[in-house]
T-cell receptor, first 112, second 112 residues
């Protein structure tokens, strides 16, 4: 099946710093990528939808200036958490779609 | 809007017991339905799916049938193993390039 990778798999950063998470489709071209967020013992909540070459569409309540999404190519989307705070600590999961959706393994962010 | 409701956990079963995790959905159109599994500390893995009414998805002994009349997609397995311990998410998607809507997840623990 199709493979989606995320990097890093986990990251610890200090409050106020920015963190970039990469999502790559390794063996297919993804016209659309989705970013989800999962708090401990909770479900996945969609943060934003990104289409290659265009601006991301953010869900209500998600700050677009805080969570910067770039989808510069058909195989790479990045999520940058700017000025991270402890409440941003979460599990971030991307999925890539070239028709069907495939999920990355997730990135665990801990902000201290 | 679309939504997915699945039974609350946690569910604790003995090895070789029969498993049912209920899932019902609300959708305006004719969605595709999915079950995903998440093992501790990992991302989501697609377990099975069904794309139209009366389709049965199956994988690794798990089954679920798309029931349009009852808007349900219950997950079943005849004999669970300790290795099946995980969180199971029911989800729907209207089309391939639309984000998934997830249920809250059901934690399954299988004891030997």
């Amino acid at each position: 099946g199709a493979v989606v990778s995320q990097h890093p798999s986990w990251v610890i950063c200090k409050s106020g710093t920015s963190v970039k998470i990469e999502c790559r489709s390794l063996d297919f071209q993804a016209t659309t990528m989705f970013w989800y967020r999962q708090f401990p013992k909770q479900s996945l909540m969609l943060m934003a939808t990104s289409n290659e070459g265009s601006k991301a569409t953010y869900e209500q309540g998600v700050e677009k200036d805080k969570f910067l999404i770039n989808h510069a190519s058909l195989t790479l989307s990045t999520l940058t958490v700017t000025s991270a705070h402890p409440e941003d600590s979460s599990f971030y999961i991307c999925s890539a779609s070239g028709g069907e959706q495939y999920f990355g393994p997730g990135t665990r962010l801990t902000v201290t | 809007g679309n939504s997915v409701t699945q039974m609350e956990g946690p569910v604790t079963l003995s090895e070789e017991a029969f498993l049912t995790i209920n899932c019902t959905y609300t959708a305006t159109g004719y969605p595709s339905l999915f079950w995903y599994v998440q093992y501790p500390g990992e991302g989501l893995q697609l377990l099975l799916k069904a794309t139209k009414a009366d389709d049965k998805g199956s994988n690794k002994g798990f089954e679920a049938t798309y029931r349009k009349e009852t808007t349900s997609f219950h997950l079943e397995k005849g004999s669970v193993q300790v290795s099946d311990s995980a969180v199971y998410f029911c989800a729907l998607s209207e089309k391939g390039n639309t984000p998934l809507v997830f249920g809250k997840g059901t934690r399954l623990s299988v004891i030997a």
